[in-house]
């Protein structure tokens, strides 16, 4: 089993449909900021300070790179992008074996 570091690619806000769908208080993810770096050397134990919805997003992806498997689509083997479903303020995870 490898370590994995996870990095906080992009932290985004789609004003247009929080202002259609969402309530008003809604910004973009108060959890993460752009270049924050967790690493974690058990795939199955979430970070401290994590959050636990974006954690069950992209659970599947973490194992796959710590377990030693590749995504195809990405241009650096044991890499890949992932990212929480919150519609209104996704944010993009890099995931790397290290």
């Not at 985004?12 to 969402?22: Q, T, V």
Request: hydrophobic share 35%.
């Amino acid at each position: 089993m490898n370590r994995c570091r996870i990095t906080v690619e992009k932290v985004s806000f789609n004003e247009d449909l929080a202002k259609k769908y969402s309530k008003e208080w809604m910004k973009t993810c108060s959890v993460f900021v752009e270049g924050q770096i967790f690493e974690i050397q058990d795939p199955w134990s979430m970070p401290d300070g994590f959050c636990s919805n974006a954690w069950s997003d992209i659970y599947k992806n973490i194992q796959t790179i710590s377990l030693g498997g590749n995504f195809p689509s990405t241009q650096k083997e044991g890499t890949n992008l992932s990212c929480c479903t919150d519609g209104i303020r996704p944010v993009i995870f890099r995931i790397e074996r290290i």
